[in-house]
């Protein structure tokens, strides 16, 4: 697949993220439950991916009613409701499945319209995200080739097309900027290891996996030149929801005296929510943690802490670079 989700002839298709890297697999979802348990399962996951995802799920549940009669177009939001709840954390599924569900009234086409323009539009504002973030760091830091870390998966997979944070280390690699990436494990299903070392491999960028642990102590030893992230919530006042484990690289990026660089579309940010205080946690099953390819890992009965994202405050945030601006 070109993208990483689409449309075809009545479903949603998208690459299956659970089977990768031992296979890309393509699924079909031919009805709304089904686009449901792809987000929740992160089968499908990254925000703006999600964000297209909620979108698409729409247009099937109206392409599946007979959505121009009122009782047909009252099912199409109540699936609406239970695709944009499917993941609380990032605010694109949530805009993506709205921004459909604006287009109901003017019929099926119109929904589906609306959700393949926002397919269209996908890869043409990631980038130019990912163009102004790499010049921003060309900038930044003038002494190249660079050594970036970067966390959880923010390519292609984790969008329509291209991606955000990895979106502009492919655009400094291409240009020989681009020393070696670290790539951060990330929780809670191994993101990093499973589908950016992936990527970056694709793409012949030279690359190590990194401990999420280690993360912090590769700054402190100056083995890292810039952290660059991607985000699924950035409240009104620049706090930023990123994976699990992007704080700790924060603060160790700030005191080891490295930038820190946040790359999101505009449809990241959420000015409803005024600080990361307000921002839902989504907290995901502890089998996750106590188990690992299916065995037990840790003894029975064990009480989890399994939080998906954390909160970095946008004081130790170099900048939060968008498809049209800088925050800083």
């Known amino acids: 697949m070109k993208r990483s989700i689409g449309w075809d002839n009545g479903a949603v298709v998208a690459v299956d993220q659970r089977a990768l890297p031992d296979e890309l697999k393509e699924l ?44 047909g177009e009252a099912a199409v939001r109540a699936q609406a409701r239970r695709i944009a709840e499917a993941r609380p954390t990032a605010v694109n599924l949530e805009r993506g499945v709205q921004r459909a569900l604006n287009r109901l009234p003017d019929g099926k086409e119109a929904v589906l319209a609306e959700a393949l323009s926002m397919l269209a539009e996908d890869e043409r504002v990631n980038r130019a995200a990912s163009h102004r973030a790499a010049e921003f760091l060309r900038d930044c830091l003038p002494s190249t080739p660079l050594r970036v870390l970067t966390h959880c998966n923010t390519g292609r997979l984790a969008t329509a097309a291209w991606g955000t944070a990895l979106g502009a280390i492919k655009e ?54 810039c952290v660059v992230v991607g985000a699924d919530r950035i409240a009104a006042n620049g706090d930023v929801a990123n994976k699990i484990g992007t704080y700790a690289l924060a603060v160790a990026a700030q005191r080891a005296g490295v930038p820190f660089v946040v790359v999101a579309p505009e449809s990241t940010l959420d000015p409803r929510t005024r600080s990361g205080a ?12 106590t188990h690992h390819a299916g065995i037990r890992v840790a003894a029975r009965n064990t009480r989890v802490f399994n939080p998906a994202f954390d909160v970095t405050p946008f004081e130790l945030v170099t900048a939060v670079i968008t498809e049209t601006r800088t925050m800083r």
């Open 278 to 289: 307000d921002i839902r946690i989504e907290e995901r099953h502890a089998d996750e943690v």
């Open 172 to 225: 400094l690699a291409s240009a020989g900027l681009v020393a070696e990436v670290l790539a951060g494990e990330t929780r809670p299903l191994l993101q990093g290891a499973r589908l950016t070392v992936w990527e970056l491999a694709e793409a012949g960028i030279p690359h190590r996996l990194c401990v999420d642990a280690a993360g912090p102590a590769a700054l402190a030893a100056g083995m890292v030149d």
């Open 28 to 71: 079909r979802l031919t009805d709304t439950e089904q686009v449901v348990a792809a987000i929740q399962s992160l089968a499908i996951r990254g925000a703006p991916a999600v964000g297209v995802a909620g979108a698409l799920g729409v247009a099937l549940a109206a392409h599946l009613a007979d959505a121009d009669g009122a009782a």
